[in-house]
Structures are given as structure tokens and as C-alpha cells.
């Protein structure tokens, strides 16, 4: 990677560091040289890192998101210690250093591709040269000389940058141009969804919308090895498309999909594509009768299932006050990186990255609600039991909390509570969850469009990012955009249903249903109770009834390519090979499977059974540790197809 030459709008300024105060116009003009010179949304996501982050991830000091509580440092302040950094990495003999480092990796990196072999990472190193000088700054403005002072001034940073600070994001640009990188020009922000979603899926190679069937139609095959292959996976794959009859065919990324499906345990008929059973309205509803619902893998909304008498949680968590007292001085990671639908929807795309404390949170939502508009961040996905201890006591503490009423329904709660809290509309895109979802919305509004786990092969998976969809969300499938139905074809096939979740509703969301959301205009808050299936609803699969068989396939091709590197296979047969055939498949983090069976509770049992076993039921499913066995203890592992070249030659 080439040095990046640095075009400095300070270069001709007399600076004093103490004062910043003539950037300003400065930047101003810095800007707008950086809009004219605007790259193309496929250039914009070309130079970042997938999944794209805009300025989430170490942008001057390339520190890992940390803790950035602490002292607020002031707009002002903030300017003076990135024009300090700005003035260190200028220092010619560091520049030297740093184009030594980027030397050594252009020349690991032309190494590598010769050889194959994994190129290192010079970022460890740029950290290690960088720390001194990055250390002495935080420590003259009173911060600590350690990853966590870093850490402060980094997160200052990132936020005040996602708030739209033109100056900050100039210096910021200027700093980092002078360590290699990137400036900060392609943050999200700047790209429409759509173009976005797109790009996205470019960028995740050519492999993820390989049909299968083709793949082994056109192996040259060579070896006994790879005529086993073919003939063996071109079986697979025909079984699989005749059984599940996807639309577009078994891409990888459909396969990629299905094998998570099959890895925790999803019945093969909720996988061929049918028509999705109606979402049905309960009102007071027993275990039992949910439980029902659980089995058939179909949504259910329980009207009304919780109010501030019987869970106070209810009225508390709605009450701005009533949160400052309790958990306003805690520092929590909110979502910051956002874009803009052609419906003028602000969909936030990954995982929560800058912290904020609670009370400013707090404070922001209600200036929004007072001027009817947005704000810059999104606190979703955040642990209570973690980030928020005050909160998951009081859940914790209720005694008629959903999670004491139905949990019997469901497997191990091992992520506790979490919560979703935002407003102006905040919407995620679509996507789907390896979990049981049991949701409660405790203020404001939700509005779902939600997809059953067949219509996986209508959402445009691709391997890297398999549960979530490309396609931008709320789009009605009879009415598809020229646009969409041109990038994402096989989406009017899909089969949504309308969701509208009120303050008090309770929603069963299952395991692996697709979904976009969007919350109401003024503040909104749900409850998140994330679970694994109960072990009498697991289906075990063997390798003839799912994508297992393909998978092993690819994986004995990608064993013995990689040994012989004389072989006659293509680059893209390789990558195939190797993407899908890596066993990444069935030890990935986020699909492992529980062996902690033995922590269950029986399902609800009939209404024979007395209410004091039902209540401790309830009691022990509440737990997030081991509770006493109450269901057979059954292995979470794939069985084999018994399927091994040795056998095949």
C-alpha cells in the first residue's frame, strides 16, 4: 500500500496549538473541496473495511472501541488535541517510519499473493510507533497515558464527527492522511441505502451468487477426487432444490443460510417454501397456549401483556426522569453509523460502537421529540445485565415479567435482557436472528414487515453476511422498484406480513424469521429476550435431509486443492471451496450450538399438572445460570453423513 501524499489545509497556516479558532473557515473551504471531489458510492465502499464501519473503528489512533466514558472533553479542546496529533505525525522522521511500514506490507502483500500464504497485519505495528506521541498528547490535556486515555479522545472523535461537526471531520481527515489511511469522506452517512446494500453486495465477492448445481456441472474434473466431488455434490444439491424449491436456485449464500438454519436445529418444513401461517392476537394467553404457537414456529402478539402495575418496568423505563436517577451516570455504546432510504428513513447498519452516557442520550431524544426530528445515534442491541445493571435488577426483581410467564416455552436465556431505545423512526434493514425472540414494547410504537425463514432465497444472503438481506426493507413484493427488482430479483417472490406493536404488546418473534423494524416518530423502547429453541422443538438433522452433504463435499475439494497447488481448478472454484468448505460453517460463534441441555425446563405442561410445579417451572427458567434437569439430555452436534474419500475412491 502506497503512502498516501497529504494536500494540508494547515500547511501555510502560523498555528498556534493552544488556539484553534481560524480552522474554522479553513475547514469550511477543506469541505467543500471534499464534496466537489465526492467518490462514487462503488469507490466509497471499496476502501473500507467490511463490514463497513465510516468512523467507527480507530480513525486517528486506531484504538479498538473501548470505553470512552469519562470526562466530555469540549469542541474546542477536542480541535487542540487533534491538531497536536496532526503536528506529531507530521515530524519528518516518523513520516520515514511510517513509509517503512507500509513498504514492508506491500511487499508482504505481493509475497503472499505469490505464495498464498497470509499476509501480517502492519497495523500493530503503526500502533506500536504512533503510542509514544499519541500518550504524551492525552497526557498533557489530563488524560491517561494508557489505551483508555486513547480510547476517550478517539470516541470524542467518532462522536462529535456522526453529529456533524465539519471541523473535527477535516482534522480528523488531515490526520489520518498523514498515517496512510483513508480520509474520512466515505463515511455512510454519505451513501443512500440502496447504493449502500448494492455495494455491499459486490464487495462480498463473486462466490456468494454462485448457483451450486452449476458449480458442479462445470468442475473439471481431473482426478478421482474431484469426480467423486461432482458427482456426489451435483446429487446434494439437485435433492436439496427439489425438496426446498427456492426461487433463483441454491446460491452459496443460500446454502451459507441454510446451514445455520440446519446448525441450531430449524424442522425442515419451515424451510421449504410455503405460504407463512398468519401472525395471530392473544389477550391473556397461558403458557400452555403460547407454547403451541412455539412448536409450529409461528408469530404471535399477546395484546396488552404487560402494564406498569403488574411489571413496573412498564411505566418506569418511560419515565426520563425515573431513568437519570437511576442509571443516568452509566456509559453505554450506542449505533452511529446511519443512511438514508429513498423513503427517507435513517436505517442504522451495524453494531453499537460510540459511547454516550445515558443522560445525554436522554437529553438528545427529548431536544428531538421538542423539533419533531432525528438524532444521530441508536441505542440498540445493549445488554442490561451488563451495561445497565439498575435495569435488569428491576426486571429481574418483578414478579410477573414475560420471561416468569412463558419462558417455559423456550430453551437457555443466556444473554439475559436486552433493550432497543431511539426515536424519529429509527429502522434496522432486513435481517434474521439465531435465536428465539420473545419482544415487549414498553413505549412508543414498532412497525414490522417480518419474512418466514423459507424466504431466505428472496433476501440475497451472500456468505460473509447470511442473516442479512441486501434488500432494502419495507418493500412491498407486488410493487418492486425497477431498481431493486433489477440488483435484488428473486425479493418479489417473498412473503411479508405487517406487524404493528403498541406500548404493553408482546411479541414472539421465531427463530430465524426475517425482519425489518421501524420505531415511531417520538421515543420508543422494547425489551429484547433472546433464547435458544427448546430441545423438544430441535429437529436433528442427518446429512441427507440438509445442506450437510454439499457442505463436506466442498470441504474435502478445498482440503485437496489447497494441497496441490498444480490443480487445474479456477479461482473462483478455489474461493468457493474455500468460503464454503472451510468448516467455518458449523463452529461459527454466533450459530454454535448449546450442548447445556441439561439447564432446561420442561415445555408447559398440560393443565393437569398442579400450579405449584407450574411456578417452579417459571422460577427456574428465569435463571441466566444452570437450573435443574427437567429434559433429556440430547447431543448439539450435526451427526455425520458417514461420507469420507477414503471410502469413495
Same mark, same amino acid.
Given at each position: 500500500?502506497?503512502?498516501v501524499?497529504?494536500?494540508?489545509?494547515?500547511?501555510?497556516?502560523?498555528v498556534?496549538w493552544g488556539?484553534?479558532?481560524t480552522?474554522?473557515e479553513e475547514?469550511?473551504?477543506a469541505?467543500?473541496?471534499?464534496?466537489?471531489k465526492a467518490?462514487?458510492p462503488?469507490?466509497?465502499?471499496?476502501t473500507?473495511q467490511?463490514?463497513v464501519?465510516?468512523?467507527?473503528d480507530?480513525v486517528?489512533?486506531?484504538?479498538s472501541?473501548?470505553?470512552g466514558a469519562?470526562r466530555?472533553?469540549?469542541?474546542d479542546?477536542?480541535?487542540?488535541?487533534?491538531?497536536?496529533l496532526?503536528?506529531?505525525y507530521?515530524?519528518p522522521?516518523?513520516?520515514r517510519?511510517i513509509?517503512?511500514?507500509y513498504?514492508?506490507?506491500?511487499?508482504?502483500?505481493?509475497?503472499a499473493?505469490?505464495?498464498?500464504?497470509?499476509?501480517?497485519?502492519?497495523?500493530?505495528?503503526?500502533?506500536?510507533i504512533l503510542?509514544?506521541?499519541q500518550?504524551?498528547i492525552?497526557? #498533557? @490535556?489530563g488524560l491517561?497515558?494508557?489505551?483508555? &486515555?486513547?480510547?476517550?479522545?478517539?470516541n470524542?472523535?467518532?462522536?462529535r464527527?456522526?453529529e456533524?461537526d465539519v471541523?473535527?471531520?477535516?482534522?480528523?481527515?488531515e490526520?489520518l492522511?498523514?498515517?496512510?489511511?483513508?480520509?474520512?469522506q466515505?463515511?455512510?452517512?454519505?451513501v443512500k441505502?440502496e447504493?449502500?446494500?448494492?455495494?455491499?453486495?459486490?464487495?462480498?465477492g463473486?462466490?456468494?451468487?454462485t448457483?451450486i448445481?452449476?458449480?458442479?456441472?462445470?468442475?473439471?474434473?481431473e482426478t478421482?477426487?474431484?469426480?467423486?466431488?461432482? #458427482?456426489?455434490?451435483?446429487m446434494? #444439491?439437485?435433492?436439496?432444490k427439489?425438496?426446498r424449491?427456492?426461487?433463483? &436456485?441454491?446460491?452459496?449464500?443460500?446454502?451459507r443460510?441454510?446451514?445455520?438454519?440446519?446448525k441450531?436445529?430449524?424442522?425442515?418444513?419451515?424451510?421449504?417454501?410455503?405460504?407463512?401461517?398468519?401472525?395471530?392476537?392473544l389477550? $391473556?394467553?397461558?403458557a400452555?397456549?403460547?407454547?403451541?404457537?412455539?412448536?409450529r414456529?409461528?408469530?404471535?402478539?399477546?395484546?396488552?401483556a404487560? $402494564?406498569?402495575?403488574?411489571f413496573?418496568?412498564?411505566?418506569? +423505563?418511560?419515565?426520563?426522569?425515573?431513568?437519570?436517577?437511576?442509571?443516568g451516570?452509566?456509559?453505554v455504546k450506542v449505533?452511529?453509523d446511519s443512511c438514508?432510504?429513498?423513503?427517507?428513513?435513517?436505517l442504522?447498519?451495524?453494531d453499537p460502537t460510540?459511547?454516550?452516557?445515558?443522560?445525554d442520550?436522554l437529553?438528545?431524544?427529548?431536544?428531538?421529540?421538542e423539533h419533531?426530528?432525528?438524532?444521530?445515534w @441508536?441505542? &440498540? %442491541?445493549?445488554?442490561?445485565?451488563?451495561?445497565?445493571?439498575?435495569? +435488569?435488577?428491576?426486571?429481574?426483581?418483578?414478579?410477573n415479567?414475560?420471561?416468569? %410467564?412463558?419462558g417455559?416455552?423456550?430453551?437457555e436465556?443466556?444473554?439475559?435482557?436486552h433493550t432497543?431505545?431511539?426515536c424519529?423512526?429509527?429502522t434496522?434493514?432486513i435481517?434474521?436472528?439465531?435465536?428465539e425472540n420473545?419482544?415487549l414494547?414498553?413505549?412508543g410504537?414498532?412497525?414490522?414487515?417480518?419474512y418466514?425463514p423459507c424466504?431466505?432465497?428472496?433476501?440475497?444472503?451472500?456468505v460473509?453476511?447470511?442473516?442479512?438481506s441486501?434488500?432494502?426493507p +419495507?418493500?412491498?413484493?407486488?410493487?418492486?422498484?425497477e431498481?431493486v427488482?433489477?440488483n435484488?430479483g428473486? @425479493?418479489k417472490?417473498?412473503?411479508?406480513?405487517k406487524?404493528?406493536?403498541?406500548? &404493553?404488546d408482546?411479541?414472539y /418473534?421465531?427463530?430465524f424469521?426475517?425482519?425489518?423494524?421501524?420505531?415511531s416518530?417520538?421515543?420508543n423502547?422494547?425489551?429484547?429476550?433472546?433464547c435458544?429453541?427448546h430441545?423438544?422443538?430441535?429437529h436433528?438433522y442427518t446429512?441427507?435431509?440438509g445442506a450437510?452433504e454439499v /457442505?463436506e463435499?466442498?470441504q474435502?475439494?478445498?482440503?485437496a486443492?489447497?494441497?496441490?497447488?498444480?490443480?487445474?481448478?479456477?479461482?473462483?472454484?478455489?474461493?468457493?471451496?474455500?468460503?464454503?468448505?472451510?468448516?467455518?460453517?458449523?463452529?461459527?460463534?454466533?450459530?454454535?450450538?448449546?450442548?447445556?441441555y441439561?439447564?432446561?425446563?420442561a415445555?408447559?405442561?398440560?393443565?393437569?399438572l398442579s400450579?405449584?410445579n407450574?411456578?417452579?417451572?417459571?422460577?427456574?427458567?428465569?435463571?441466566l445460570?444452570?437450573?435443574k #434437569?427437567?429434559?433429556?439430555?440430547t447431543?448439539g452436534?450435526?451427526?455425520?453423513?458417514?461420507?469420507?474419500?477414503?471410502?469413495?475412491?
Amino acid at each position: 500500500m502506497a503512502m498516501v501524499a497529504s494536500q494540508s489545509f494547515l500547511k501555510d497556516m502560523q498555528v498556534n496549538w493552544g488556539s484553534i479558532a481560524t480552522v474554522s473557515e479553513e475547514a469550511s473551504r477543506a469541505m467543500e473541496t471534499v464534496q466537489a471531489k465526492a467518490k462514487q458510492p462503488e469507490d466509497m465502499i471499496s476502501t473500507a473495511q467490511l463490514p463497513v464501519s465510516s468512523v467507527r473503528d480507530a480513525v486517528i489512533l486506531l484504538q479498538s472501541p473501548g470505553s470512552g466514558a469519562g470526562r466530555e472533553l469540549e469542541p474546542d479542546e477536542l480541535q487542540e488535541i487533534v491538531a497536536e496529533l496532526i503536528a506529531a505525525y507530521s515530524d519528518p522522521d516518523l513520516q520515514r517510519k511510517i513509509r517503512e511500514i507500509y513498504e514492508k506490507q506491500r511487499r508482504a502483500q505481493l509475497q503472499a499473493s505469490a505464495t498464498g500464504a497470509a499476509s501480517e497485519d502492519h497495523m500493530a505495528e503503526l500502533r506500536e510507533i504512533l503510542w509514544p506521541c499519541q500518550t504524551d498528547i492525552a497526557e #498533557a @490535556y489530563g488524560l491517561p497515558g494508557t489505551t483508555e &486515555g486513547l480510547q476517550r479522545i478517539q470516541n470524542s472523535v467518532q462522536r462529535r464527527i456522526t453529529e456533524g461537526d465539519v471541523e473535527i471531520r477535516c482534522l480528523a481527515d488531515e490526520a489520518l492522511m498523514l498515517i496512510g489511511m483513508s480520509p474520512l469522506q466515505n463515511i455512510i452517512q454519505e451513501v443512500k441505502a440502496e447504493d449502500f446494500l448494492n455495494c455491499i453486495y459486490g464487495a462480498a465477492g463473486d462466490s456468494s451468487g454462485t448457483e451450486i448445481e452449476e458449480f458442479f456441472l462445470n468442475l473439471r474434473c481431473e482426478t478421482p477426487l474431484e469426480k467423486a466431488a461432482r #458427482a456426489r455434490g451435483l446429487m446434494a #444439491a439437485r435433492r436439496l432444490k427439489e425438496e426446498r424449491n427456492p426461487p433463483g &436456485g441454491l446460491t452459496c449464500g443460500l446454502l451459507r443460510t441454510w446451514a445455520a438454519y440446519e446448525k441450531l436445529g430449524l424442522a425442515p418444513q419451515h424451510i421449504i417454501s410455503t405460504a407463512p401461517p398468519p401472525v395471530a392476537r392473544l389477550k $391473556n394467553p397461558s403458557a400452555a397456549q403460547v407454547w403451541e404457537f412455539v412448536l409450529r414456529n409461528q408469530p404471535v402478539i399477546i395484546e396488552g401483556a404487560c $402494564n406498569p402495575k403488574d411489571f413496573p418496568p412498564a411505566g418506569d +423505563f418511560a419515565d426520563f426522569d425515573y431513568l437519570r436517577a437511576r442509571c443516568g451516570h452509566r456509559y453505554v455504546k450506542v449505533k452511529g453509523d446511519s443512511c438514508w432510504d429513498n423513503k427517507g428513513r435513517q436505517l442504522f447498519l451495524n453494531d453499537p460502537t460510540i459511547e454516550i452516557s445515558v443522560s445525554d442520550y436522554l437529553d438528545l431524544v427529548e431536544v428531538a421529540e421538542e423539533h419533531e426530528t432525528c438524532i444521530s445515534w @441508536y441505542m &440498540g %442491541k445493549l445488554p442490561l445485565h451488563t451495561d445497565l445493571p439498575e435495569l +435488569f435488577e428491576d426486571i429481574n426483581s418483578s414478579p410477573n415479567s414475560p420471561w416468569r %410467564k412463558f419462558g417455559t416455552c423456550f430453551g437457555e436465556n443466556n444473554k439475559g435482557v436486552h433493550t432497543y431505545f431511539g426515536c424519529g423512526g429509527n429502522t434496522t434493514c432486513i435481517h434474521s436472528d439465531p435465536s428465539e425472540n420473545l419482544l415487549l414494547v414498553v413505549m412508543g410504537e414498532k412497525f414490522m414487515d417480518i419474512y418466514p425463514p423459507c424466504d431466505a432465497a428472496c433476501m440475497h444472503t451472500t456468505v460473509k453476511k447470511f442473516l442479512n438481506s441486501l434488500v432494502p426493507p +419495507f418493500i412491498d413484493p407486488n410493487f418492486v422498484p425497477e431498481e431493486v427488482d433489477k440488483n435484488w430479483g428473486n @425479493y418479489k417472490y417473498a412473503q411479508p406480513q405487517k406487524v404493528h406493536l403498541k406500548a &404493553g404488546d408482546l411479541f414472539y /418473534l421465531p427463530i430465524f424469521w426475517w425482519h425489518s423494524v421501524q420505531g415511531s416518530i417520538g421515543r420508543n423502547m422494547i425489551l429484547n429476550w433472546w433464547c435458544l429453541q427448546h430441545p423438544y422443538k430441535e429437529h436433528k438433522y442427518t446429512g441427507y435431509e440438509g445442506a450437510r452433504e454439499v /457442505l463436506e463435499v466442498l470441504q474435502h475439494l478445498n482440503e485437496a486443492w489447497s494441497s496441490n497447488d498444480k490443480s487445474s481448478a479456477s479461482a473462483q472454484e478455489r474461493s468457493v471451496a474455500q468460503e464454503l468448505g472451510n468448516g467455518v460453517l458449523y463452529s461459527d460463534s454466533m450459530c454454535a450450538a448449546s450442548n447445556s441441555y441439561k439447564k432446561l425446563v420442561a415445555p408447559p405442561a398440560p393443565k393437569s399438572l398442579s400450579q405449584e410445579n407450574r411456578g417452579m417451572n417459571d422460577m427456574n427458567s428465569m435463571s441466566l445460570g444452570p437450573t435443574k #434437569a427437567r429434559a433429556p439430555a440430547t447431543s448439539g452436534s450435526v451427526p455425520t453423513n458417514g461420507f469420507r474419500w477414503k471410502s469413495s475412491r
